[in-house]
């Protein structure tokens, strides 16, 4: 057999693919019935504001290894693509190049397309899109439209993060710790009118269901966190002299009898009318300009309190203080009611803000959690203290039980030329004026100069912003903003399962058969932004009668990012080799191989050339071996149960529950290699030919080109048509332990364990015993013991 040559071998599978249209999967005829096991296995579209990197290999093959997995395993397996091609990572690029966006893109499609290819990866090109082509942004304005109809989304004045590098608003969810998520400019606050969806109305929805969801519990954590859902109570305060009750929020109402002082945000719309009345009036407005002016996080953070004595006071609804109102900025506007009771003795801002101004402390709970000072309801632990004086506060019509959220309006409006334009006129006479459904696309204008200036550069486009207003005629004006290209994203894996469509989205019954997505890879950094938004729209497309699912991702795995030399690639980074280049050097399967064999995806891994080099001499290996196997022995021949038999068996147990089950996809590729070990010390044992053609089947999702040029040399066809292989349990039973598991000293479960599982293999699946982790109570563990063929002892303290 010749050498192992990677180009001709990869470019001619690729032909037979692409000839052959082997992973298009044709919508099947209304009515018609379908395979009853579907697989919609999807990873985040990439944005082509550059060429694709090593981390994109390992995201795609990712997705690749699932694909042919399921697809070997029975399902229907729906596996397409795409461009995230409006928004600002892509005008950014043009900008630094000097060229349009549209050409940019186009051009790096092409050339992200080619690249893709050349890797190999099954996918369904008759499905392509890119959220810029105008047959897609048509169903964007038109889901837009839908949205704006039943009052999911609206415009209001608000005060918004402003990057004032990328000249314009930033989503709270693309600000990190008060920089733009982007350029890492800081962000500042200003007051504009933008375009919001109402996702605060889902809070309760993204958080109840959750449980739906086989998600990774970090990124739920993260969700749960972002929506930062709070209960307590409403608590109104009276001020007399404005005959006037103010309401605030509180998740302490056990600590009322504590408040010493009283203070609203700054942007409180009764500031002003205090301050019409205060003495102190031109110092509160001095502050209240002050503070407007000051960012949010570094508000919220309150490092250096600062406030002012409105002159007023309000009434303690349960004992009749009155305390002082102040105005200070820690208290942020967009949270809870804008005002708040201050309890100096509990509550560590409160404290500290009473010190910087002598503000009287009042403690109302001792250290055994008890209520003192507290009239009826001291002696009373602080939760039944809560619950009474809420209850006492509701039957004398002073408050109620109340929830508060962190999670905001999500507005998603942007000052900028690449994105999706807004179908909506503004009218003198008529308002806020929808453009009608057969008027789409809103096509995005051709303009002099997009750069951003603050000013929408689209506003620049006279001709196409003056327009008659679609209700009475009258001369009318085009938003000028556009859509965020999370907007883009937030549906596009809908619009995959019918992508031609040209009278809607999407047809609902194909749509709803595909959905949800069964497997969602990407990246960790959408945890809070990306992954929401999809979520959100969701569950309002659910609402309007356009889906009948109401979570988009079924399972999501998120993969670690590929460093180098310790940096994150995130870019083309210099020095780094490109997946053309490593192509070039190493071929497509060698290059696959290798990033999955780094370790756990999900974690972060370090990339080095010399793992591919490595990967590079395997698939020669193999190549060699298979070879000789396949002219020494002839198809057919059944495998006896000797040892390497019960081997190739094992492996496919092992590889089929780490893909399935465990979502490992370094353990099978280790797996395949000890049994090409296996076989090259035993190549004339009798079942080497069955060795042979387990580990190319099984090797077939990582290394598709070399695994069909191997499997043709066995004998067969069309392996990745072929039904995965299956272990026989009658070649498993006989090499398996019972494994004894103690948690100090302590047995805490037994079960059976392949026999030859590497020592830290035997740890790890003691400790995914749910037994072993009801008595290991999350505790750390110090020391763990491994008795082979017997026993693991954790040892925790
Ligand atoms: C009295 C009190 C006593 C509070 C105590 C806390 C501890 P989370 O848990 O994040 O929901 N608060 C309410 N609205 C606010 C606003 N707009 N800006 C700044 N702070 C605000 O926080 C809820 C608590 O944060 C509320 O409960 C309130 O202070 C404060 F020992 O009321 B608390
Ligand atoms: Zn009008």
New binding site residues.
Partial sequence: MDRYDAHTVETKWQRIWDESRAFEVPNPEPGAPRNERKSYVLEMLPYPSGTLHIGHVLVYTLGDVLAHFYRRTGSDVLRPMGYDSFGLPAENAALKEGEHPRDIVERNIVSIRRTMKRLGWAIDWSRELSTHDPEYYRWTQWLFLKFFEAGHTYRKAALVNWCPNDQTVLANEQVRDGHCERCGAEVEARKLEQWFFRITAYADSLLDEMKDLDWPERVLAMQRNWIGRSEGAEVLFRVDELDIDIPVFTTRPDTLFGATFFVLAPEHPLVDRLAEQSPNADEIRTYVRKAGARPVEERAAGTDKTGVFTGFFATNPVNDARIPIWVADYVLMDYGTGAIMAVPAHDERDGEFAERFDLPVKVVIDDDGKLVDSAQFAGLPHDEAAKAIVEWLGSHGRGRPAVSYRLRDWGYSRQRYWGCPIPIVY?D??GI?PVPEEELPVILPEVEDYKPKGIPPLAQAEDWVRVP?P??G?E?RREVETMDTFVDSSWYFLRYCDPKNEDAPYDRELADSWMPVDHYTGGLDHSTVHLIYARYFQKVLNELGLSSHREPFKRFFGNGFVTQGGAKISKRVGGAATPDELVESYGADATRLSILFIGPADQDMEWTPSGVEGMQRFLRRLWRLVGEVADNSSAGGAPDDGALARRAHRTIARATDDLGRRQQFHTPIAAVMELVNDLSKAPDDPAARFAAETTVSLIQPYAPHVAEELWERLGHERLWEQPWPQADPAFLEEDTFELVVQVNGKVRDRFRVPADLPEDELVARAKESPKVQAHLNGGEIRQTIVVPRKLVNLVVG
């Fill in positions: 009218c006479d008529c004026v207003c209700q009475c009258k009318g």
